[in-house]
């Protein structure tokens, strides 16, 4: 076996072998699984506690439009209201009032919702439903016109827009800008964990055998160069692991998951869901969204983006980490490591809020531009992708990373081969431009 | 014998601001023990990086068995360097046979030859001990079998007894004489003057990037002398124009005498001198120590 390919394999095995390591990978899908169950199961739980609403209703209209239901029930009283809003300071009878001043057929403004606590959006949106709606019927009905009720309900349409990509043979794919935007949004911060992770565990690796001592005697044996390279690449194939079986461990609990809650209870739910929270906003995710939903994730050239995400992966953490490896060469121990990290640091961070910004104009010269850039563009492209990039910005960018990181790869090397054989030395910049010329 | 089996000629290495070796040569015979002596910072370490390759030198040339270096020749060198040390979360076993192959031997080899080591030095219950559980001579004991494991032909040993208990420090001597005898050359970088002593034949101290001193152990004592004797005798002796009497002392019944000879000549014409004035127990020539030969050329 030769000798970079030993290094390669004991970076690799020690990692993988390492508890912390076999936890997370198997953990994280199933506490990410679980995180979604667990909100979809709070919004299915009903909260039985009745809420009572006091209305002091100077009209006297609205009596019968305001109807109690299983959460709240409306009590009318006659009591001027700071009188009540006193009382109930006291013994908290009610959680809100609502104070209805005028008509609102000529007034919108003359309701009032008061409470001690910031009512929830539910309750709110509950009320004013019903009083928009009885106002709504008031008005037609003023304009004398038989029918003119039926006629507006048949009129009220509401509009879904779907969204299609023409796929390459002319056949339709159902596409979805939420979708791409999340799918977007996950692989690029995915790129960002693995560089600031793997790197880091580059360049912590490093200062470890340096302040080990075991450095020296590694490089009676073999080339800086090559023991530098075996870690690089160890610690990536590492990281390709944890994503690999991160792939496959989602699709497991993906497909577990729709056995168990079949499409229709999944619907089901996902309405209640809907009801439950947006009354009045028109709920997302209807049946016919669930499946436009599923239909969506189904048009996602997966293979694409896998692919391209191993290819962004590698090149982003392969410029990156030979600089952490340069970094932990030159310093002493691993609290050295913060100041010169920080400027290594700085463009991964720019990237990805380059790449939040990225998401709103994926076709913007920002996220052109920092698409191209080497040191963001593995994390900005990776939000553009699902928004289906040009081939040639894709080769481009590729390109330009995959250049620059033999160039970092190259000076890293220079400075490494120095820096793991100086010892108690505090190391400045200059210094380290002085190691890239020797 | 090659009385040249590695030779370093006119070796310059210069770092930023500062020169580490400013021409030094050396010739280091087969078979034999050389140490490199020298005070802190005086270019040691550089010389020997060089000599393993490590680092390159700006001008001059290191031989092996008269060609010259390369790095593959590195396969044949054995190096424990000053700084040592091991991945503390490995397994001695597994980490001993990871650093063999990394210096070329087959698995199958490496356990073989660990196996035949671990029993010599009684240590075969460490091998699945993780290393951040030995103590620091224990780890010594490791590191130094990995460095002889391969049977290199050339070993640099850099201040190889510091951690050692006496006990071990006697049995890794032994061990270093054994391989000696078994045809390895050995260089020896140390500041331990009794080893030198001990084991050298031949030396050379460096002193500010400079060979400031070279030649064979016994032969550099002897031009080091200071024609100081201690005489063991029954009564005592009288300092004159031939003898001079540094100190003089009683003990356990006999007279100890330190005296220096003012006279040219043999150590004979001196014994006559003091064979006139009492009975001789004991005739010694008090030779200088390597260790006073050492502060003496250095702070001159």
Known sequence: MSKISLIIKREYTTRVMKKSFILLTFLTPVLFAGMIALVVWLGGIKDDKVKNIVVIDKTHLYTNVLKSNDVYTFRFIDEPVEEVKKKNSDNNQFTALLYITDDLKNNPKAATLYSEKQVNMELKSYIAGMLNKYVEEQKLAAYNIPNLKEMVDKSRTEIDLETIKWGENGKDKVGSAELALTIGMITAFIIYMFIVIYGAQVMNGVVQEKTNRIVEVMISSVKPFELMMGKIIGIAMVGLTQFLMWVILTGIIAVGASTIFSGNVDSNTLHQMGQMGMQTVPANATPSGVQTLFAALNGLNYIEIIGLFIVYFLGGYLLYASLFAAIGSAVDNETDTQQFSMPIMLPIIFGIYAGIFAAQNPDGPLAFWCSMIPFTSPIVMMVRLPFDVPAWQIILSLSILILSFIGTTWMAGKIYRTGILMYGKKVSWKELWKWLKY | MNIKFLEVENVVKQYAGHLALDGVSLTVPENSIYGLLGPNGAGKTTLIRIINCITAPDSGEVRLNGKRMTPADVQHIGYLPEERGLYKKMKVGDQALYLAQLKGMTKSDALKALKYWF??????????????????????????????????????????????????????????????????????????????????????LVDKAKIVLQGNVAEIRASHATNTYVVRSQSPILGNEKIELLSQSTKNGMMESTIRKQISGGNNLLLNEIIKQTEILSFEELLPSMNDIFIKTVKA
């Open chain 2, 119 to 204: 029993e010599k030095f009684e240590i075969e219950a460490w091998w699945s001990k993780k290393v951040e559980e030995l103590s620091k001579g224990m780890a010594q004991k490791v590191q130094f079998i990995i460095t002889v494991l391969h049977e290199p032909k050339l070993l640099i040993f850099d201040e190889p007894f510091s951690g050692f208990d006496p006990v071990n420090t006697d049995l890794i001597k032994r061990e270093i004489l054994a391989l000696r005898d078994k045809g390895a050359t050995i260089i020896f970088s140390t500041h331990n003057m009794e080893t030198v002593e001990d084991l050298c034949e031949n030396i050379s």
